[in-house]
């Protein structure tokens, strides 16, 4: 479910549709993006805009219930990963929620996204920077 605003047409649509569980997918510049998934491709170059560039506007946007990372992430890419719970810790406490957190391996991760509404790739090259984020409701 939608909170704010946020620029971009195709992003804020999306949000905007989301349902309770709907999920939405943010990835780096190089996870494959099934053809039956709408993409959101922001990428304008190496690094831009980074990857928790997007998180941040679209949690902003995006009431979140959940959140699933590959579990390859802990491994490859352990301050991306640092940074992202201490960001998903902040924002439980803006929304007024528990955000759960799942770790699922990297192949299924890109499976999920075959279910998501849509993924939006933003211009990050570092492993496994990705995020499924599933909606949840303001009430």
Known sequence: ???GTVLNADIS???SRLGHTDS???ADAGLPIPRT????DLALTHGVPGFMQ????????????????AQEIKQHNPQLHETLLTHIEQLQQHQGNTILVRYISHE????????AHAVIRSGECSPYANIIL????TF
Not at 37 to 40: H, M
Not at 59 to 65: A, D, I, L
Not at 108 to 115: G, P
């Open 24 to 26: 939405l997918v943010i």
């Open 108 to 115: 299924q991760f890109k499976k999920h996204t075959a279910d």
């Open 37 to 40: 998934t709408q993409r959101i």
């Open 134 to 137: 599933c909606a949840g409701v």
């Open 13 to 15: 649509s999306v949000i």
């Open 1 to 3: 479910m939608k909170k």
């Open 54 to 69: 997007v998180v941040d506007v679209v949690t902003q946007e995006m009431q979140v219930e959940t959140a699933i990372l």
